[in-house]
């Protein structure tokens, strides 16, 4: 059975700093697409960062770009997000999603999804 688990959010205050953890089970992920979402209370649903590694392809939601960072650990079967100068704003439930190819990724229907992690940033 294939897992994604989410874990590392928690509170912190503004201008600081959480490295999101995704960790997947039941199969290698290393030529997958996989890729961040965040949902705030209210809102819908919105791509945070995406990755496949398979070209070093990467995107940024302008609101993230220069402060996070998606990478991952092959060896760990592992994906993470690295948020630095976090705002406010970053407030919301992150999941980590991952597919075999890159638009299921980025149109927000990947096949495999975690549970969310809270990510709350106090001003």
């Known amino acids: 059975q294939v897992q994604l688990v989410e874990s590392g959010g928690g509170l912190v205050q503004a201008g600081g700093s959480l490295r999101l953890s995704c960790a997947a089970s039941?199969?290698?992920?290393?030529?997958?697409?996989m890729g961040w979402f965040r949902q705030a209370p209210g809102k819908g649903r919105e791509l945070v960062a995406a990755a496949t590694w398979s070209n070093g392809y990467t995107y940024y939601a302008d609101s993230v770009k220069g402060r996070f960072t998606i990478f991952r650990d092959n060896a760990k079967n592992t994906m993470y997000l690295q948020m630095n100068s976090l705002k406010p704003e970053d407030t919301a439930v992150y999941y980590c999603?991952?597919?075999?190819?890159?638009?299921?990724?980025?149109?927000?229907?990947?096949?495999?999804w975690g549970q969310g992690t809270q990510v709350t940033v106090s001003s």
């Open positions: 039941g199969r290698t992920f290393s030529d997958y697409s």
């Open positions: 999603a991952a597919d075999k190819t890159w638009i299921p990724v980025v149109a927000g229907t990947a096949a495999y």
